[in-house]
């Protein structure tokens, strides 16, 4: 299973892009992985591995790649100096990346994020007519703008055109229950397709585990549901979850 970095123009700028593959020559599903604050760390590339193992090609865009040393290195900083302007073009830049490679079938394109990643997940699904699927884990910041957009991710919902599932964890302040249950309002007023599942005893972050704030019982559970979501909108076949 062959991993690679690759390096992809945004903008004139250069962002590295850590990719995933299966074994032969495809075309494969692919799945797009959005970093948590921590950046394209070993978890990510770990998660990136393990949708490769299952035979879709993952690559994880590094949106940090715009930063220079005036940043500080602590990951929730450079979070909160993120530009959703910015954030949708280096989306938009994986996607293309994906749809113009002969080894990709493109139009079966997913996404999935972490923390600062699961609020990308909604805001790329929002704006991206490609993504088939899409899975948050526990995106929070929903009803806030980042850099100079002038919508937030929630007032974006309409243009979700895929399904969405999403995992929350049930001790966690944000996204917390409350939100989820305005999350799930909108879409269901929307006629948006979407699964919701609530987590007993974890919090943000429990899937992470190289943190803290691991939940290795949620973790179990999650990660096959996401793997059957994504099997069946994305490879077109129900599997038993």
Not at 162 to 169: R, S
Request: charged share 20%; aromatic share 10%; glycine share 10%.
């Amino acid at each position: 299973m062959p991993s690679f970095t690759e390096s992809i123009n945004v903008g004139g700028h250069d962002m590295p892009l850590y990719a995933s593959v299966p074994s032969g020559s495809g075309p494969f599903p692919a799945v797009v992985v959005i970093q948590a604050a921590g950046g394209v760390n070993d978890f990510i590339r770990g998660v990136a591995d393990n949708l490769a193992a299952e035979g879709y090609a993952a690559v994880a865009p590094d949106l940090f790649h715009r930063m220079g040393p005036e940043i500080s290195t602590e990951g929730t900083t450079r979070a909160q100096n993120l530009n959703d302007r910015e954030i949708r073009a280096d989306v938009d830049a994986t996607v293309n990346f994906l749809l113009g490679h002969p080894a990709i079938n493109s139009e079966r394109i997913g996404i999935t994020g972490f923390c600062m990643g699961g609020r990308v997940t909604w805001l790329a699904a929002a704006t991206n007519p490609n993504f088939k699927a899409a899975v948050p884990y526990y995106g929070g910041n929903l009803w806030a703008v980042r850099g100079d957009a002038e919508q937030t991710p929630f007032e974006l919902t309409d243009g979700i055109n895929c399904p969405i599932l999403f995992h929350f964890g049930e001790i966690d302040a944000n996204p917390s229950q409350e939100d989820m249950a305005k999350l799930d309002e909108e879409l269901t007023r929307l006629g948006k397709p979407h699964q919701f599942f609530v987590y007993p005893g974890a919090d943000h972050a429990f899937m992470d585990h190289t943190g803290p704030r691991y939940h290795r019982e949620s973790a179990e559970i999650s990660w096959p549901r996401t793997l059957h979501f994504f099997a069946t909108h994305l490879k077109g076949a129900a599997v038993q979850a």
